[in-house]
């Protein structure tokens, strides 16, 4: 049934980006939750009307997090954990770019976790680090498709945080989600 469920999910992301690209899983002022994406119906047949309000607000939150790019091919957090240097071990606790604990703004040097050609106002990037970051504007960037990228996230102005690829002369704003 799990499998069922999350199959339906993805069917149904891919249907309203496909269909509504400014409702698919943007930031939080264009995301719209599953009650919003789904009719009564295909809620209720999906078996989604048996969760409680938690647990559809976290798979809710779920979704907000991930971006339609990575789901061609998604990479657990554990795994890019795994994946890691050894030195990662020591940043499990580093909370540099969480909103309220930017006592430390050193930038963040690491790795994109697999393939990269850009983004596009609603990308998630994946480190090797283990952290999770989302873009924070809708700027767009494409680029010729790079394996595991080298990227540095600065500290910028009022608490922001901007990302940049090595070798590339552009940058985004970005917000991190885990």
């Known amino acids: 049934m799990n ?29 719209s939750s599953l009650e919003e994406q789904m009719t009564r119906q295909d809620f209720k047949a999906s078996g989604l009307d ?50 309220g604990e930017d006592e430390e703004r050193t930038p963040i040097s690491s790795r994109i976790v697999g393939r990269f050609s850009g983004w596009d106002g609603q ?19 494409y680029i010729k498709e790079l394996e595991n990228p080298a990227v540095v996230i600065d500290p910028g102005m009022f608490g922001s945080w901007r990302l940049s690829v090595e070798g590339q002369d552009a940058e985004c704003r970005v917000e991190r989600i885990e």
Do not use: Y
């Open 3 to 31: 499998k069922l469920l999350i199959a339906l999910l993805f069917v149904s992301a891919s249907l309203t980006s496909t269909l509504a690209p400014g409702l698919a899983f943007g930031a939080d002022e264009g995301f």
């Open 50 to 99: 048996k969760l409680t309000p938690q647990e559809l607000e976290s798979l809710n939150g779920w979704i907000r997090r991930r971006s339609l790019a990575t789901l061609d091919a998604p990479v657990p957090v554990a795994t890019a954990a795994e994946n890691a240097p050894a030195e990662a071990d020591s940043q499990v606790a580093d909370r540099r770019g969480f909103k």
């Open 123 to 141: 990308t998630v990037f994946k480190l090797e680090n283990g952290m999770i970051w989302a873009q924070a504007d809708k700027d767009k960037f």
